[in-house]
């Protein structure tokens, strides 16, 4: 058994041997391994006595060509993708999205967005929204099963964006909530499963502040903060403003929504 090495430097054949190695489907065979098994072959049959040495430069050309190999399993954290404030990459896979929010949701969300939003003199409306978005906060955490909340003791104190900014971001409702469970939201990534694409954040605000001409069913929970709480006290505001003001209202809720790290997926009630 001899072992042929297809090099650039081999001296071409002669007729009969050439049409040899052509009926072996040497070639392609070569080029492809890089080496060729030829059985029971006389070795003056390719005159290898008349080759010719191959100089160094020659051998360091041919030892420095690149062959197909197979390439080494990256470790992601290797990849520059990868950084402290992207853990996860810049683009992470929808499993790696589902992974993570069952283990540390926090890895994949960044820093919070806007705080300086309307901290600096906030006109009559953004100063309004503020009001309105505290009171939101505070009735809807409320409103849960007492059971599924871990301190209410201290509760923190929403006066400002920014307190309505911390509370609604991963770290603080893993510090109110009992092992709450996060749901990506498919609005804002590419490539997703098949399925219908959800409202986004500033979309939302609807959800929880809905125009005064909405109706709940009698069962629904929404009919509480409709009667009594921070749902009325919109609604008494919005039927003392003009059209215009109410588009200006309604922006900035849009705006605020959009700034949010989570949401919660539906109404409370006295299960959840």
Known sequence: MHLLKNLVTTPQPDNFTHSVLQDLNFQPSSERFGIFFFPGLRLETLAVY?????????????????????????????????????????HPSWTEIMEILDSNPSVIVGPLRNINFWKDSPNTTDSLVIV???KWSRQYIFAMNQTFLADQENYPLLETWEDILRFWSITRIQSLVHAPAFQPHKSYWKGLPPGPLQATFAQRYKTFFPPFQVKFSTASYWNYFLEYGYMKDYHDILRTKTEKEILNLTGSLKAAFDCLQCLPSRSPNSTS
């Open 50 to 90: 008349q080759m010719e040495a191959d100089s160094d430069p020659v051998h360091h050309f041919v030892t420095n060509l690149h062959g197909k190999c197979k390439e080494r399993q990256k470790d992601p954290l290797e990849d520059p993708r990868y950084t402290s404030e992207y853990p996860l990459g810049t």
């Open 132 to 134: 309105l978005m505290a």
